[in-house]
Every structure is written in C-alpha cells, then in structure tokens.
C-alpha cells in the first residue's frame, strides 16, 4: 500500500537524529498497521505502550520527554469510559511544559474531542469497514490533498454541537459548545446518519486527530500524504517551542511494561530475543532424537513417477486408513497442489499435547512413558516445538558436519520433510492474546495442542504426477524401497487394471459404504435452534452498536448422535472418503491420533509459509451457496455488496496487522482483494495477504512459527478487535470450540509450514467415545461473521449453508 513513499520531515530531517513517536495502543487489532505506516512514511522509531499499563500511566510526564510526539491509537469502547482509554486522558491535561504534538486514530479522536466539550453519540448506524470520500476545505494537514477516499470502523461520533448530526452542511468554524475544537473535514456521504465530523485539531494545543483509518489497505495513498502534513507541523511545532528530547531515553522506556513495548519493527527484526522456556521442556527435543536411536538427522528420500496417483488409494495400500495417521489431502482441487501422509508408527513416533486449561504439555511414545511438564503459559511451548525442528533440520545438520556442503541432494520440490503434524485449537489461540476461555472447557478431554512429530512420510505432487517417500529416521533404506514397489505396483495395476480386480477393491469399499449408511439411518442430528442462533446474533449486534466490536464471527455446533454396533462406531475412514466426495475442497485432512478424530474439507488456507520465507494467508470471509438459481453473476452481484466487502475488508486489515508486527508493515502486501472463488457448493469471497520474513538465520530472525503464533486465533473466526471480539464471543457463546475455529497442517523440519483454518469439519472426542458403550457423538461447528449490516435470519441461513456442507457425510442415501 505505501508503494514507494519516502519519509518526510523538515528540509534538513536527514541531518537530525531519527525521531521518536509514542504509539498508545488502545487493544485493537490494526496498531502493528499503523506502526508500520509511521515508521516507513515518516522514518521515525516508534515506541508502543499500552492504555492499561499502570506504571506508564503513574510516570506518563517522564516518559513523555523521552519522545517527539504521540499518536493515539484507535480501539473498543467509549473513550468516556475510563477502562477504554485508561492513560489517554491524561494526554490532554498536560501542562504547557509538558505539551507535544498529539494526533488521534478512532478511538484517540473521539476521545480528544470529547475532552474539549464535544459529546459522543451512537451513530444511528455503525460504519464498520466502510469506505467513504472526506469533504475538507484543503486547509492544515488536509492541504493541497484532494480525492481522499478512506476506511471507517467506528460506532460513534463525535458531535461539536447539539444540533450539528442533522445539519445539512458541514461547519468548518468553533462553536461555544467547543471553542477549542475546529473541524477540518466530514463525511457527506451517509443518509442515514448525516454528516458525521471526521477530522479536527485544537485551536490552542498541538492536538489532532481523525476518525477514519488511514493505515487500512482500502484508504487511498492520500492518507499518507496525510500522516505527512501532520508530521511536519507537529516538527514546525518542535522547533517553534525549542523542545529537548531526552537523548538518554533508557529512564524514560523502563516506565513501560516490557510485555507491550515495541520498539521499531525494525529493531526486533534485527535483535530477536526469543522466549525462556521451563528449564525441564527442553528435553523434548532430545527424546524425539532418542527415540530413533540416533543424535544426527539425514533425510532418506526416493521420488517415483505414479501417473496422478491419490493419497486414498495410496494410504489403503500402506493400511494406514486402519492405524492412526494424518492426511492433509489437496483432493487434487485446483487451489491444491501437494497431499501428504503423516505416518504414525505404533510405539516409536513421538506424540506431543498442550492443554490450556492446566497449562500441561505432555510428550511420549507411548502412555507407559508419557511425561508432563507443567508451563507458566502456552508462550513457553513454541520455543519448545522450534528446538525440535532446528535439531532435526537435514540441512543444518549437513552445514555443520560439511560447511562447504551445496545440499543439491534434498528434495526441495517436496513441501514438507518430515516434523510436527496436528492442530492447533481455538482455545490456545484464545490463550496467547490473553483471553480466558469460556468455564466449560474445563470438561473437554480433547487438547488444545496436538501434534506427533512424524519421520515417516509420503508427499503426493499432483502437478507432476510425482511421488516422494522420505524418511528422518537412520538406516531407513528398507521402508522406503518397501514403499517405492508398492508405488511401483500400485501405478501399473491403475494402467493396466482388468475389471475382476477393479471390482475386488469396489466390493469392499461398497460394503464399508453400506454399513455406515444403515449406522447413519439411524442417526440423530442436533441443529442449533434457528431463534435461539438469531437471538445471539443480535446480541453481537449490540456490542456492535456500542462500539465493542466492528465485527463478531458468531458460531454454533451441530451434534450428530450415531448408534454403535457391537460397541463399535463408524468407520472414520469410509466417513472422511464420503465427505471428500460430497464436498471437495483443496484443505481437506483426516486425523487419527489417540484422543481425537478429525474428519475435514476445508475451503480455507490460513497460513503457508516457504523455505526460503514467503508467508501467505487466505481469508474468506462472504459466502453464497450455489443454486440452480444462484448464477456466478448473481453471486457476484452479493458479494460485491457493502455488507460482503466490510466483512472481508475488516479481516484484511487485521491479518495485516498480525503479519506486520513480526515481519514489519514494508514486507506485507495484499495482491489479490475481496475475489469471488467458486467451490464445489459455494462461491466464497477471498483475500491474500503475504509477506516476506527477513533473510537471517532462524536462531536470530523471526520464522514462520512466529508469524503463526502472533495470528492465533483465525481472524477469520473472530472478528476485530480480536481481543475484545473473542471476550465477547465467549459470553454469548457459552461453550468451548475446541478444534473447530482452530488451524491444522504441518511444521516442516527444513523451515516451511502450511496450516488450514478448522472449518468445514467434523470431530470425535476418543474418550467420550470410548465411554459410552451405546452411541458415539460427532460435532460440527459453523458460524459466520456479524456485522452491522446483518440480518438475523440472514445469518442464520448462512450458518446453516456451511453446516450443511459437512452434515452431507452423516446424511444416508
């Protein structure tokens, strides 16, 4: 978005030492965007406190001698409610020696003017993620700026007087309500509400601020320009007043709280410090290297021509559908290229769980030799699961025995090597942005971090009919040639098959078939109460209009209860292979590991990542299900609509936000905004978000796990701001999601990782399942995202399309 924008500051700024601004972060999930458009179109260094940092707030005046300027950041709330702005209040009653330019975002300008007189009033319709011209007069910081158009996320407005939200014109001078507050620009555009004030400063003090966003992707590059007029008055201001900014700022940055500063992107880019981790978890690395006999890593690898061959029929002749296993299965879709077999070996292959509810992580072979190390919080286990991968990297291991090594022997067309494979769920992600999950997950068996670190595996590139069996573990020659004749045999029979033997395979897939259908006649499903869902939704639309949220991903869960025969349940397997044919999609997994079933086709991408750092998120937010009365121009006329385009724009700029606070906002771009794609049962609207992680090594830059834990939970499922959205969701909500909402994929030893969001999905829990005797219970989750444009039946209809699109797999025929 900042194309080639160069900082701007006085005539002689390049002769001066770098500025420094003071960035109050109010909780919102688009402060690392507004960060990074500071430092890159001002070329200042920007420090970040937070609003509820008491130790800040007691010694703000001494802090504030350490900086330049302040800029205030948007945010949930109310600015008169003092836990929304906390130390932001105080910025107004500084006194004359203690004055330096402030400029407020949001939240920071409502607050600025309501400081000064002006009241707050609910707009009578929020704008959330709407874009708009701004009317201004070209005068102070809008000057020589013209065909602004920019991104709005607010529910209130402030009003300069009481009858100015229903003028018909706008007013560009003080009035006695607000003697110190001048109006420099108003949105003309909204019906509904009227004008609405969006830009002024104070006659006296060097305050300023907007309402509207000017580090969303969709506000125009005059929001720069923007930023930058303000910049050089705040310097003109500076220099006027003669203002000393402390050179020794280390008296100043001690006063705040080391959890929330930032210092530059990027400084922390250059100087990682990563996490301390319990003393006792690091030995989870050494017990996965003990567990295959050896201390060095090699990749044993061979690649075989298997003319297009899947990984269903690939995993059936390996036995795997029977044993526990992971499959994340492209199904061949147009966005999927590669699938891949996690194979889990039976007492050898390391499992690992985390469960955020006691903070345990768990590690073993087996139960018999299980460990438990107890953890101050979840921060401790991605240091934990980095030391695996690095100790078994192949390439760091050859650099280290051979500097000189070229490595040409690897397969480097192979996305994943050999790792962590399993998922990641809601809860722990509700728990790295510090929010307390709903009670009730105290009773879920289920854990929220469940991966096996998986040697053994099969890699199906469905672009070049190539297949690649690797292996980590030592002197696993045999395994591999075992797998590579069954390839062999395997590719001939698909070519040169006669029928008897088609018919053989077809016969026991059509008694797997027949059995489940006569289970799943006989089944119960539990849907969520179509007003009990619509009363939640307006709740959600609530807190919208209070200005807690700009956007709720509102979700639910259907149970589908199945009878056991002779205590067994379902074939998982047969469930998964029907669900791939009912609804294909390029994200599709089964996971069969000792305490949970996942049974999955998701349309979503959340995060990949490369070898050589390229990172990309794919959100989807907007859909349509396809009718024979639903053409794709029809669905294009809806999801282009207002409602459709804030959805997804508001998701866009919060991963932008994620993604910009570890690989700074200069790395990330959006090629592709709001298209519509076209599923098997839904067009969907979709978004990328890339960014490229700096080129260091990985013990001192950030890597592609830190990008995946900083975007924890899915934007998509939350909405923004992520931290008070998910507080407000786990009310209305009342249940854990578990899983579902969760991501899933791979961590690669060589560096790379891909991970799909949880949607889409059906889950068994294995100890409820192995408790009851009579039935067997799967869940399903599905919601969507409220905004203020909303209807109530609107989305209950779009929870229940995407329902719908998993419960086909427990439908009989």
Known sequence: MLGGAKPLGTANSAAKERRHILYVDAYDSFSNSIVGLLEQSLGVS??????????????????????????????PGHPANPIDVGLINQLWNLKSEDLLPVFGICLGFQ???????????????????IVSNIFHNRTDIFRNIANLRATQYHSLHAVLEDHSSDSAQPQWQTNSQCPYIQPLAWDMEDKTNGIILMAARH???????????????????????????????????????????????????????????????????????????????????????????????????????????????????????????????????????????????????????????????????????????QLRSIDQTWPIFQEALDLHDPNKQRQQRDSDSKNEDFPYDSPFWGGLMGY????????????????????????????AFIHRSVVVDHATGKTYVQSLLPNDSSWIAQVGQMLGSLTQQRE??????????????????????????????????????????????????????????????????????????????????????????????????SNATVVGTSPERFLKWDREGNCQFRPIKGTVKKSPTMTREAAHEILNSSKEQAENLMIVDLIRHDLSGVIGAERCSVPKLMTVEEYEHVYQLVSVIEGQLPKSDRDEGPTGLDVLKASLPPGSMTGAPKKRSCEILRDIEQRPRGIYSGVLGYLDVGGAGDFSVVIRTALRDAREFASRESTETWRIGAGGAVTIQSTDEGEFLEMETKVMTALTAFQSK
């Open 496 to 593: 040169f098959a006669s029928e008897p033997r088609a018919a053989r395979g077809n016969i026991r897939e059509l008694r797997q078939g027949l059995e489940m259908e006569k289970r799943l006649s006989l089944s119960q499903i539990r849907t969520p109460q179509e007003q009990h869902y619509r009363n939640k939704v307006l709740r959600c639309q609530d807190s919208l209009a209070a200005g807690d949220s700009y956007e709720l991903c509102l979700t639910d869960e259907t149970l589908i209860e199945v009878p056991k025969i002779d205590g067994k349940g379902l074939n998982a397997w047969a469930l998964y292979k029907k669900l791939r044919r009912k609804n294909p999609a390029p994200y599709g997994a089964y996971l069969q590991l």
């Open 203 to 373: 006659t006296e003090k060097p305050f300023s601020g907007v309402q509207f966003h000017p580090e969303s992707i969709c506000t125009s590059k005059e929001g720069i320009e923007l930023l930058r007029r303000w910049w050089i008055q705040a310097e003109e201001w500076l220099a006027s007043r003669s203002r000393v900014v402390a050179h020794d700022r280390t008296t100043a940055l001690k006063f705040i709280s080391r959890a929330a500063i930032t210092v530059t992107v990027r400084d922390r880019i250059k100087h990682k410090v990563r996490d301390q981790h319990n003393s006792a978890a690091p030995s989870l690395a050494k017990a996965i290297q003990l567990s295959t006999g050896s201390q060095n890593t090699n990749l044993q690898w061979a690649c075989h021509s298997t003319n297009h061959l899947g990984p269903i029929a690939l995993a059936e002749s390996l036995g795997l559908d029977r044993d526990e296993v992971i499959l994340l299965d492209s199904q061949n879709h147009s966005m999927g290229r590669f699938s891949m077999l996690g194979v889990v070996v039976p007492g050898e292959t390391m499992k690992i769980t985390y469960r955020s509810w006691d903070r345990t992580l768990r590690y073993g072979t087996g139960s018999e030799n299980e460990q438990a190390v």
């Open 111 to 129: 607050s600025l003017c309501l400081a000064h007189g002006a009241s707050i009033q609910r707009l009578r319709q929020a704008r959330h993620g």
């Open 424 to 451: 990641i769920s809601y809860e722990a992600g509700l728990e790295t942005i510090g929010v307390e999950p709903h009670e009730s997950v105290a009773n879920s068996s289920i854990p929220d971090i469940n991966f």
């Open 46 to 75: 920007v420090t970040t406190v937070r609003i509820d940092d008491n130790t800040a707030s007691e010694n703000l005046t001494t802090i504030l001698k350490a900086f330049d300027a302040v800029v205030v950041g948007p945010g």
